[in-house]
């Protein structure tokens, strides 16, 4: 992956920082966005600082746009995206559902439209870190899955809107995933947290490495990860 641009949104999650790691790692030059600039700087490898940078904007504030717009011009080159940024809340309260959509649809849907031109002019790849909410819904998660509902379908037919700009666009929906977030969600549910049962963020990362160094003759459209032990 060397010479190639990769912008990873949600890099200071522990899925998106194992990504970003891995694709410098590769050899990528990699942008790692998220919300907060402290929280990001954390998670730059002490030992590949000139390919590496963070970006601190929030995908919900409109102005963010800009300010991403602006990097990438000033970089003038971007080979592929990794969504990997998003909340995660059960509720029943439509405000919440709000914060969601705006959180985890929106705001990766805003960034998608102004990387893409970009993204055109490079044979870019964009990567949907998706999970199996988004292809079955289970109960309490409604407000959670719909969003990833919408982002399967927002990724389906981005594929088949700029394939012929040679623009490849997979998802990945993602099992249970040892991280914060999990561990959160096994208190939530009563239950002891077993990370060494789960997908670990390195999985998820290798996968995504994988993908963006298929052929170019080969575009992998869904990747379902669930882990091998069961909780």
Do not use: W
Not at 43 to 56: M, V
Not at 59 to 75: F, P, Q, V, Y
Not at 109 to 133: E, K, W
């Amino acid at each position: 992956m060397n010479g190639t641009v990769a912008l990873v949104a949600g890099a200071s999650g522990g899925i998106g920082r194992a990504i970003a790691h891995q694709l410098i790692s590769a050899g990528a030059e990699v942008i790692l966005l998220g919300r907060n600039a402290e929280r990001l700087a954390d998670c730059l490898p002490p030992d590949a600082t000139a390919r590496s940078s963070i970006l601190a904007a929030d995908l919900t504030d409109a102005s963010s746009m800009e300010i991403i717009s602006a990097e990438l011009s000033r970089r003038g080159r971007l080979n592929s995206l990794i969504l990997s940024s998003g909340i995660y809340e059960r509720s029943d309260d439509p405000v919440i559902l709000r914060r969601q959509f705006e959180a985890n649809v929106i705001g990766p849907y805003a960034l998608i439209r102004i990387t893409l031109p970009m993204l055109a002019r490079n044979d870019g790849h964009i990567i949907f870190v998706n999970s199996t909410q988004g292809l079955r819904a289970s109960a309490t998660v409604g407000q959670f899955a719909a969003t990833m509902h919408a982002m399967r379908a927002i990724a389906d037919a981005l594929r088949d809107e700029v394939n012929a700009h040679g623009v490849r666009v997979t998802s990945l929906y993602l099992g249970r995933t040892a991280g914060d977030r999990q561990k959160k969600i096994f208190e939530f549910e009563g239950r002891n947290y077993p990370p060494e049962r789960l997908l670990q963020p390195g999985d998820v990362a290798d996968t995504v490495c994988h993908v963006l160094q298929t052929p170019r003759t080969v575009e992998i459209t869904e990747i379902t990860i669930r882990p091998m032990l069961k909780t």
